[in-house]
């Protein structure tokens, strides 16, 4: 479509930022609280934002005890502990900046559940030295009495951490957009972007083709493919992630978050209601898509978990499912890189966005104002 003479004063922008997830979000925060007349454009390809930040299990979390031995096994310390700091960085900074009850943040701490004795178990005093300095307190503690308590079956051993909590992803989502449009940022939705040419961006919308211009662009499409120049940038890894949430359920004993396969399995109460999600692993080829549906193979076994380790014995039904997208580097860690002398691509939480999103969307905010 061709546009106005009227229309080139919307279509041409200081700062486009593609992708309306807890990252272009907080890009759009950082560049005007620094930059307060900049002219910012989110372009977000659905009504809302349709990958990870409002279909995700919103654990405000840095790592179970598994995972994180996991991690420090296969990156080495110092870079194990650098993406726990990002993380904890990025909490606090997602914390001063929303406030708690804004995103709904509850800190009931959480539960790792063993079915089998796991390398974790052996290792609890070796990362509680390590984590210390970051944390300031014991990070984890074993609390196998609790299995009763909480009524779980199948469970070998359970372990405690504080330094955890839970929040509403749909009211951090929401806060986080009110919040970047009190400042300026303009949200325009049902506008994707099809590909970047030198300060020029290219949207389709249902009307047909529209070319904003600006000086930056910041890509914060989290997995999905961007065409930069000519050159696709597909340079990181899909991994869906599906979700179930139980009906209700009488006498819950469920309280916070709780992790299961080296934070493979996660699960939390929601009111009297159990969300589930996980268990890519069991099928981490099949996962890596960009397809947005439920398989059986994933939903199977979630239901499994909920009959034989989560709620034995319990009545429930499946209420809700739904999948979403998370984006794998190939180091688990951040990338913030520049592509062009007017692009910027900010990615990397690695499947937890809660927590280091908003130091990742910092980085990029420091490349482009
Ligand atoms: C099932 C599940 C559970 C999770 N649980 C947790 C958790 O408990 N705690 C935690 O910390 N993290 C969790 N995560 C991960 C976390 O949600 C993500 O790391 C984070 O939301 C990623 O944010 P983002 O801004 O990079 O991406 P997204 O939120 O995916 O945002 C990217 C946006 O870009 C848009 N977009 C894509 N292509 C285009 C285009 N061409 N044009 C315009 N717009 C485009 C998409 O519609 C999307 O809205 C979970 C993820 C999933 C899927």
């Known amino acids: 479509m061709h546009s106005s003479w009227w229309d080139q004063s919307w279509l041409e922008v200081d700062i486009v930022i593609v992708g309306g997830g807890i990252i272009g979000a907080s890009v759009a925060i950082d560049?005007?609280?620094?930059?307060p007349n900049a002219r910012v454009m989110v372009l977000e390809r659905d009504i809302v934002p349709s990958g990870a930040s409002t279909r995700n299990a919103g654990f405000a979390c840095v790592g179970s005890a598994s995972e994180i031995l996991h991690d420090?096994?296969?990156?080495g310390t110092t870079a194990a502990i650098d993406i726990i700091e990002q993380r904890q960085r990025g909490l606090a900074l997602l914390r001063q900046r929303l406030g708690d009850a804004a995103m709904g943040l509850q800190e009931h701490g959480a539960h790792e559940l063993f079915t089998a004795h796991h390398p974790a178990l052996d290792a609890v005093d070796d990362l509680n030295v390590l984590l210390r300095p970051l944390f300031n307190t014991t990070v984890f503690a074993?609390?196998?009495d609790d299995i009763v308590r909480f009524g779980f079956g199948n469970t070998h051993a359970l372990m405690y951490t504080s330094v955890e909590g839970t929040i509403d992803s749909g009211k951090m989502m929401a806060a986080l957009w009110g919040m970047a449009a009190a400042k300026g940022a303009q949200f325009r939705t049902g506008c994707r972007v099809e590909a970047i040419e030198g300060n020029r961006v290219h949207v389709v919308t249902p009307e047909g083709g529209r070319t904003v211009k600006a000086e930056?662009?910041?890509v914060a499409t989290n997995a999905w493919p961007v065409m930069v120049d000519g050159v696709v940038r597909d340079e990181y890894l899909p991994a869906?992630?599906?979700?179930?949430?139980?009906?209700?359920?009488?006498?819950?004993?469920?309280?916070?978050?709780?992790?299961?396969?080296?934070g493979f399995v996660y699960f939390r109460a929601l009111g009297e209601r159990v969300l589930l999600g996980g268990a890519r692993n069991l099928d981490i080829t099949g996962e890596q898509t960009f397809v947005m549906a439920c398989s059986d193979v994933i939903q199977d076994c979630?239901?499994?978990?909920?009959?034989?380790?989560?709620l034995p014995g319990k009545a429930f039904s499946i209420e809700h499912r739904w999948a979403g997208m998370m984006g794998f580097s190939s180091d688990k860690r951040p990338h913030v890189d520049r592509y062009?002398?007017?692009?910027?691509?900010?990615?990397?939480?690695?499947g937890?966005?809660?927590?280091?999103?908003?130091?990742?969307a910092q980085q990029a905010a420091d490349l482009v104002v």
């Open 31 to 35: 560049v005007l609280d620094r930059r």
């Open 142 to 144: 074993r609390r196998d």
């Open 240 to 262: 869906r992630g599906q979700v179930v949430v139980t009906s209700a359920i009488e006498g819950l004993a469920l309280r916070g978050s709780y992790h299961m396969d080296e």
């Open 302 to 310: 979630l239901c499994e978990l909920l009959d034989t380790v989560i």
């Open 216 to 218: 930056q662009v910041v």
């Open 352 to 360: 937890m966005g809660v927590a280091i999103g908003s130091t990742i």
């Open 72 to 75: 420090v096994q296969l990156l």
């Open 340 to 350: 062009s002398p007017h692009v910027v691509r900010a990615f990397g939480c690695n």
